[in-house]
């Protein structure tokens, strides 16, 4: 452990612009006490959901950095702007989903994680000495947001995520534990006053309070961390959106105007795009999933996950020529798509529907698909 004072925030900035971060602060690392206090409080409200992962002891030990690293003086966070110019996507009139910004190309995990390594390289040859770090991003039991609060790099908006004056919320942050002294940045005396255009934009209502989200409603949540079926109350809420959602940060006022850097890494790979084909993804095999899923955050969806919510946003599209891609999905191989598939043809209608439902139905050997069958068939006045 040593003490520096005589880097700069200006050098430190240098030293993440060329590691390929948009935004460098440093906080204390102070225990976060506040933060503790609000994730448990969320967590016994059962606001946070399925995610399992995350228990009273993951939350007390990413909220006490001493914990972490022992040693620990101070915490980096850097920010990557994940914006980019959308363009129309190519159609053939077919209905098309929506796909979350950040999920276009490589997963930022990797990449993130990438940066701040070459970070804490650059850190270590400009101090000229051994650095002891730990590196989170997401994932990690680092409270990221809170840290980045702490820092002045953005402030906390109503919907949850982090808003910086520079970029607005469309950036990935990572944070790096250090075990020498760096110039703290002070919070910003910033906040959202009196707008609550997220809060009434949420389709579900997830945000039942400024800055307070029940996981259990948020389509992010819906359609990456919910493993199992779509509540189906919620399904025709979701509309078209296959792979997270980007709502209440299209209707932020702080976003307006936000600056697109030139970070290639987020733009849109080949076969998939913010608003992809939902019949030519609904007949991916495994092993194409596999293939073209490779590196992205879409992989932790896994391919029923996805197929799943496309079920849904083709159901909530009222096209019914996608009848006949639904109509295969009933003999797929997972029962989480046969199931979204036969409440989907429900929510389409017609006679070509109706039969592939009612054929199903004689052969279908899992006791909740055939529920989903059932059900289908009711919405089309057929009693099953």
């Not at 070509?352 to 909740?368: C, F, N, Q, Y």
Request: with cysteine; hydrophobic share 40%; net charge neutral.
């Amino acid at each position: 452990m040593m003490a520096v004072s005589d880097i700069t925030p200006q050098e430190l900035q240098a030293l993440g612009t060329r590691a390929g971060l948009d935004m460098l602060r440093v906080a204390s690392a102070a225990p976060f006490e506040e933060t503790e206090r609000v994730y448990l409080e969320r967590l016994q409200r059962g606001l946070l959901g399925e995610m399992r992962w995350i228990t009273p002891e993951r939350i007390r030990h990413g909220c006490r950095p001493e914990e972490l690293l022992p040693g620990v003086r101070s915490i980096l966070i850097g920010a990557v702007s994940y914006a980019t110019a959308r363009k129309p996507e190519p159609s053939d009139g077919g209905p098309r989903g929506r796909v979350a910004a950040y999920a276009l190309n490589n997963d930022y995990h990797d990449t993130v994680k990438a940066k701040l390594q070459i970070l804490h390289r650059a850190l270590e040859e400009r101090l000229g000495t051994p650095v002891r770090a730990r590196i989170s991003v997401d994932s990690g039991p680092v409270v990221d947001r809170a840290v980045a609060a702490r820092a002045g790099l953005g402030w906390y908006g109503k919907n949850t995520v982090i808003l910086t004056p520079e970029l607005g919320s469309w950036v990935l942050l990572g944070a790096m534990l250090v075990d020498v002294e760096l110039p703290c940045s002070e919070p910003l005396r910033k906040s959202c006053g009196a707008c609550t255009r997220c809060i009434s934009a949420c389709p579900t209502g997830a945000l039942v309070a400024p800055g307070v989200l029940d996981s259990r409603r948020c389509i992010s949540y819906l359609t990456i961390e919910l493993k199992g079926p779509i509540p189906a109350d919620l399904r025709p809420l979701i509309g078209n959106w296959v792979f997270g959602c980007d709502i209440c940060q299209e209707v932020c006022p702080v976003n307006r105007g936000a600056p697109v850097p030139d970070h290639p890494e987020y733009t849109a790979r080949a076969g998939w795009g913010a608003e992809p084909d939902l019949v030519e993804l609904l007949g991916l095999s495994d092993e194409q999933f596999r293939a073209r899923f490779k590196g992205s955050p879409v992989k932790r969806a896994k391919r029923r996950g996805l197929l799943r919510n496309v079920a849904v946003a083709l159901g909530n599209s009222g096209d019914r020529s996608s009848v006949p891609a639904l109509a295969r999905a009933l003999s797929d191989h997972e029962p989480l798509v046969r199931g979204h598939a036969a409440w989907a043809l429900g929510r389409l209608g017609g006679e070509e529907a109706r039969s592939a439902l009612e054929e199903a139905l004689s052969d279908e050997p899992d006791e909740w698909v055939r529920e989903e069958i059932a059900q289908g068939l009711c919405s089309l006045g057929v009693s099953a």
